[in-house]
Structure formats: structure tokens, C-alpha cells
């Protein structure tokens, strides 16, 4: 007999991670400014709704390689509405809204050297 949940639910609600559309940003930016920009967002967007250790599942999912993406947010209960991660929720229906620029780079970053 196996152990009751030892094999992963299957929600219809997750989707396959992949990633964000290429885009630009409206100005050349340089890592640094992207880096500030995220950090910005990470430090105030618990303030807008929703949990924070939703929030910092986000985070480290959007950090992250797909892979392991998936892991985090299946892991953490997040309904990912759309598959690039810019909209999600939780179990108890609140939104969670990201950003491209926390999830990938810009076409037009600027690298140094």
C-alpha cells in the first residue's frame, strides 16, 4: 500500500513554464539598472497583495532555470495563468503580477565590454 499524496497531483491549472517573449525595454539599460529595477520590484511587491512567501517562491522561480522553476511554483501551490509567469495565483485566488524585466533580459541591454 502506498502512502496517501505520494504520487504528485496533476492540476489542470499549472501550465508548462516557458519563457517571456523577447522585448525590449524602452531605453538601452545597462545589467545594473535591470538589477535595480528588479530589486525594486522584489522589496515592494508584497505590499500590493498577496502572500509573501508567494512572493518569494516568485522570486526565486523567476531566478531560476525552467526546470527548477517548475519545481517552485508546483511545489508552492502557484496557478500559473500564463505560462511566462506574469500572472499568477495562489490557492486562495490572489493575484500575482510580474513584470518581463524580473523574468528575462531586455533585446536592447547593454553589455559591458
Same mark, same amino acid.
Given at each position: 500500500?502506498? +502512502? =496517501?499524496?505520494?504520487?504528485? %497531483? $496533476?492540476?489542470?491549472? *499549472?501550465?508548462?513554464? %516557458?519563457?517571456?517573449?523577447?522585448? %525590449?525595454?524602452?531605453?538601452?539599460?545597462?545589467?545594473? !539598472?535591470?538589477?535595480?529595477?528588479? /530589486?525594486?520590484?522584489? /522589496?515592494?511587491?508584497?505590499?500590493?497583495?498577496?502572500?509573501?512567501? #508567494?512572493?518569494? =517562491?516568485? !522570486? $526565486? &522561480?523567476?531566478? *531560476? /532555470?525552467?526546470?527548477? &522553476?517548475?519545481? #517552485? $511554483?508546483?511545489?508552492?501551490? #502557484?496557478? $500559473?495563468?500564463?505560462?511566462?509567469?506574469?500572472? +499568477?495565483?495562489?490557492? !486562495?485566488?490572489?493575484?500575482?503580477?510580474?513584470?518581463?524585466?524580473?523574468?528575462?533580459?531586455?533585446?536592447?541591454? #547593454?553589455?559591458?565590454?
Amino acid at each position: 500500500m502506498g +502512502c =496517501a499524496g505520494s504520487t504528485p %497531483k $496533476v492540476d489542470e491549472n *499549472s501550465k508548462k513554464l %516557458k519563457r517571456p517573449k523577447a522585448w %525590449k525595454h524602452t531605453q538601452p539599460i545597462t545589467p545594473a !539598472r535591470l538589477k535595480q529595477m528588479r /530589486d525594486e520590484f522584489w /522589496d515592494t511587491a508584497p505590499h500590493y497583495g498577496g502572500q509573501k512567501e #508567494i512572493w518569494d =517562491a516568485l !522570486r $526565486v &522561480a523567476a531566478e *531560476s /532555470d525552467l526546470a527548477l &522553476a517548475q519545481t #517552485i $511554483v508546483d511545489s508552492a501551490g #502557484i496557478i $500559473v495563468s500564463n505560462p511566462d509567469m506574469t500572472l +499568477c495565483y495562489d490557492e !486562495r485566488g490572489a493575484k500575482y503580477e510580474l513584470p518581463k524585466y524580473v523574468l528575462s533580459e531586455p533585446a536592447n541591454l #547593454i553589455r559591458d565590454g
